[in-house]
């Protein structure tokens, strides 16, 4: 079960990597902000799940029982920064969608449209279902459900 969180885990941060250095290339962190994300809520985000992933490569390394509860705490307030990113980017996306979309039918995302716009939507998709699937093998995990 342990293997299984971590590659779940390397493949959600794959994703999310993906879409930081997309945020920070469409101007995420420049002056005045464009973005509707405080670079707080990006890289709180980023580091507790990095930490988190070093944490969980230790554990499948020493196999110590402890580290399973910590990275679990430390995914908590990732899962909840993730999901307050998410419950503000439907919305945006939805309207400058709607804003872009042309007479053709077609709609593409505007270079002036706040950089969390230019996700791609199976990313971002991708990204939430293996968060939450690396989540419930890290609790599993924890618990002792599969063995180590």
């Not at 994703?15 to 101007?27: D, E, H, N, P, R």
């Not at 580290?67 to 908590?76: E, Q, R, Y």
């Not at 945006?92 to 593409?108: D, E, P, Q, V």
């Amino acid at each position: 079960m342990g293997i299984a969180a971590l590659i779940t885990w390397v493949l959600t941060a794959g994703g999310g990597f993906y879409m930081l250095a997309t945020w920070v290339s469409k101007g995420g962190t420049r002056q005045p902000r464009t973005s509707n994300f405080p670079p707080a809520l990006i890289f709180g985000h980023f580091a507790l799940a990095a930490v988190g992933l070093v944490v969980w490569i230790v554990y499948v390394i020493t196999d110590t029982e402890a580290l399973t509860w910590i990275a679990f705490v430390l995914l908590l307030p990732v899962a909840l920064l993730g999901f307050t990113m998410l419950s503000r980017w439907i919305p945006m996306r939805r309207t400058s969608m709607r804003a872009a979309t042309g007479a053709s039918g077609t709609s593409a995302v505007s270079e002036q449209a706040p950089p969390e716009q230019h996700f791609p939507v199976p990313v971002v998709a991708g990204h939430g279902l293996l968060a939450v699937v690396t989540l419930v093998l890290v609790l599993l995990t924890a618990l002792g459900v599969g063995g180590s």
